[in-house]
Every structure is written in structure tokens, then in C-alpha cells.
């Protein structure tokens, strides 16, 4: 039995890998796949059970229709496009479905808004129209009657993010992968020249080259580990749960204020209550295989804080009235928050680094479930030396190296 000392503590070494891969959410358990696809020899360690961050308390959504023009939609049509092909190598049913999205409009100056929007995402050859006020409600006839129209995006997509993840681990598995869970990472070791050496977890090590962080709102942590600092923080959302009931809409429907309060838009005021505002409420409506619905959303800086707020409960249920009046009549059984891991430009870090051998894939604040295939993807060509799918320049952790990023402030 070969034994070593390694920080103090006595280890036994019982494993090697090519690339180890840290965290058990969509986005590991997608980078898992990808490489166990290419025979490489990975092993994926996560701290808790799979699904039991992020992943586990979100909704599921595969969207272009919320996504910025250019980069940020074309990345994210690329891993839509994914989602069919990879339902059809697993084994386990994941709930993938294309039903489309709509974006609620509320005003004339949000359609002129929400038109060239439309027209932006039409040129790159999206599938989105804009309807009228006589032909969203026509679609949707519980909206409320001073909705003024709607965009439609045909192609988005739901799916059960938890069947996602572990259709991916047993689809790594089957591919010769090892998943070790419940197991926390304590340390990376270097070799002399700085490049990754080592992963240790409790009790032992895994010896290995290469290590893909992959930790959502614990990657800063784990880039600590190796000297590097890693601008993403946690940014809470909380979400209420209906009775089983009548299908209040066929399909997921958000408020076009919802762009606004995702990104930030200083130029935007929306006709919102002052906790509204503060707490980032934006309708976020999504219907379920339950024959229940979900209610969204919100977005506030609590650190790792996980418990519901009866002030922003309510708030996000005051704005689903608004959209939907029938709502107030429907029972709400249970709430939950989780945390997405945020970055200050919004967009995720998929990366080499420069530390050797060590990779980042986090911080997908809310598009985690949508990207994951794409991040998998890109990860294991990076691992490979192969050419990126999508020119990947944007999305380089160096982007941050001559800002002055604080990942403790709010932005």
C-alpha cells in the first residue's frame, strides 16, 4: 500500500486520472460526459450529492429568447441544438420538450423595444415573431387584457434538470467514468513548474494532470486552491410552486422586463412596486408535467443564504398576478431559493487559466441548465487541443485580469 504525506494529514493513493472534474451539477456532470465520450479517463468528484446545488432548485429552461444578441444567443442556439441528440444517447428520459417561450409585453415603448429586439435575433436566423395584441391573447387568454403583445420564440426548450444530470452521470459511467460524490475537495497539489499535480479529497488523492473546475457558486473557492481568483459570487433567486390545476398557459411565459432586470438595464424603468425593484422581481411563469406551475423570479445579493423571504414571496406573487389575475385564486403549496453562480459581464468563464492544466466552467448564473452541453462540449476540446466549436475569446477568465473586479461588491 503506498502512502504519502500530503499537508499534514496521510493519505492513501488509490487513484489516477486524466482530468478530474469538481462539482456534480448540469455543468460537470456535462463536462463528465463529454470527455468519457472522447475515452478520456475522468474522474468527478462532488462535495454532496448530484444536483444537490444549483442545479437541484432551478427551473429547467433552455432559452434563447432572454439572451443578448450575437455571442451571447449564438452560444446558446449551439447548446439548444445539442439537447435532442445527446436525449437520444442516454438511457434515461430527461423530459426534453420544445414547446417556445414568450415574452409578455406589457407597453407601446416595450414593444418598439421588444420589435427590435425581435428583428436582431430574426437576422441570425432565430426562430422569433412578434404577435399583436389580438394574437397574444388569443394564444394566451388568461393573460391580463392590457397586455399589449408578445414575442415568441418557437425553439426554446424545457427539461428536468435533475434527470439531466444524472442521465449524464450514467452516460459517463457506461463510457467508463468514475463519480465519486459526497467527497469534498481539500487541496490541489502542484508540481514544481506550477502546473496541476494532484486533487485531494477527504481521505485520499487522486493524481492527475488536468482539473476542471466546475464548482457554480463554489468555484471561487476551489480557485483559491491554486492561487487564482475567480470573480463569481452567488446571487439568490427564489421560486413559488402552485397546486395541480388548470393550465394557466400552454407553455413558459416571461415579462419582456425580465431582459431588463436580468442585465442590469439602467435605461429601463418598469411600472414596479419599490420591492419589486429591489429585490429584482420579474414575472418568470413556467408550467409543469405536474399540471402545476412555477413562479419566478428574483435576484438579490444574500451571500450563501438559502431560506425564503415572505417580502419577496410576495412580491413575485403580486407580479404574477398582474400578469395573470386568475392566479390569485390558485393556492401556492410550498417556495424554495437557490443560488446562481453570478459574474460581473454576465456571461460564463470556460477557460484554461494560468495555472497549467487547470480549467474553469462556472458562472452561468441562470443559463447553467441551457449551456451545460455546449460548456461540456468546449471543455473537452480544450482538454483535447482541438478547435473550440465557437471562437471562445469572450469568455477567458483573463477577460477579468486588468479590471478591477470585487466579487464581494454588487453589481
Not at 101 to 114: D, Q, R, V
Not at 213 to 237: H, T
Request: hydrophobic share 40%; charged share 25%; with cysteine.
Amino acid at each position: 500500500m503506498n502512502w504519502i504525506l500530503f499537508c499534514g494529514e496521510r493519505m492513501n493513493t488509490t487513484k489516477t486520472a486524466d482530468v478530474v472534474v469538481i462539482g456534480g451539477g448540469v455543468v460537470g456532470t456535462a463536462i463528465a460526459y463529454f470527455l468519457a465520450r472522447k475515452n478520456i479517463d475522468v474522474i468527478l468528484v462532488e462535495k454532496g450529492a448530484i444536483t444537490a446545488g444549483t442545479s437541484g432548485r432551478c427551473e429547467g429552461d433552455v432559452l434563447v429568447c432572454d439572451k443578448e444578441p450575437g455571442f451571447d444567443s449564438r452560444l446558446t442556439r449551439l447548446s439548444q441544438d445539442l439537447f435532442p441528440q445527446i436525449e437520444n444517447e442516454l438511457d434515461d428520459d430527461i423530459g426534453w420538450v420544445q414547446k417556445g417561450s414568450l415574452l409578455a409585453i406589457e407597453n407601446e415603448a416595450e414593444m418598439e423595444a421588444a420589435k427590435t429586439l425581435c428583428s436582431q435575433l430574426a437576422a441570425e436566423g432565430l426562430p422569433v415573431r412578434i404577435l399583436d395584441k389580438y394574437e397574444v391573447h388569443e394564444d394566451e387568454p388568461y393573460l391580463a387584457p392590457d397586455i399589449v403583445g408578445g414575442m415568441e420564440t418557437d425553439c426554446d426548450g424545457s427539461l428536468n434538470p435533475m434527470a439531466l444530470a444524472y442521465g449524464l452521470v450514467n452516460g459517463a459511467k457506461k463510457r467508463g467514468a468514475k463519480v465519486l460524490t459526497h467527497r469534498a475537495v481539500t487541496g490541489i497539489g502542484l508540481d514544481a513548474n506550477g502546473g496541476v499535480e494532484r486533487v485531494v479529497i477527504e481521505g485520499e488523492e487522486i493524481l492527475t494532470k488536468q482539473v476542471v473546475n466546475a464548482a457554480g457558486v463554489w468555484a471561487a473557492e476551489i480557485g483559491k486552491l491554486v492561487g487564482l481568483d475567480i470573480p463569481i459570487k452567488p446571487r439568490q433567486g427564489q421560486m413559488l410552486v402552485a397546486e395541480r390545476t388548470f393550465p394557466v398557459a400552454r407553455r413558459k411565459v416571461m415579462e419582456f422586463g425580465y431582459m431588463m432586470a436580468k442585465f442590469d438595464s439602467e435605461g429601463y424603468v418598469r411600472q414596479v412596486t419599490p420591492e419589486m425593484k429591489k429585490y429584482g422581481v420579474a414575472l418568470v411563469f413556467e408550467p409543469t408535467e405536474a399540471q402545476n406551475f412555477l413562479v419566478g423570479s428574483s435576484r438579490r445579493f444574500v451571500g450563501m443564504d438559502t431560506s425564503c423571504h415572505i417580502d419577496v414571496l410576495r412580491a413575485l406573487a403580486q407580479r404574477a398576478i398582474r400578469f395573470f389575475p386568475v392566479i390569485k385564486d390558485i393556492r401556492i403549496i410550498r417556495s424554495y431559493a437557490g443560488l446562481r453562480p453570478f459574474t460581473p459581464d454576465h456571461l460564463p468563464i470556460i477557460s484554461e487559466t494560468e495555472v497549467p492544466g487547470f480549467y474553469v466552467a462556472a458562472g452561468h448564473e441562470g443559463d447553467g441548465i441551457g449551456l451545460s452541453l455546449i460548456t461540456g462540449k468546449l471543455i473537452s476540446q480544450m482538454v483535447c487541443d482541438e478547435e473550440p466549436e465557437i471562437p471562445i475569446g469572450a469568455l477567458k477568465l483573463s477577460r477579468f485580469k486588468n479590471k478591477l473586479v470585487n466579487p464581494s461588491q454588487e453589481s
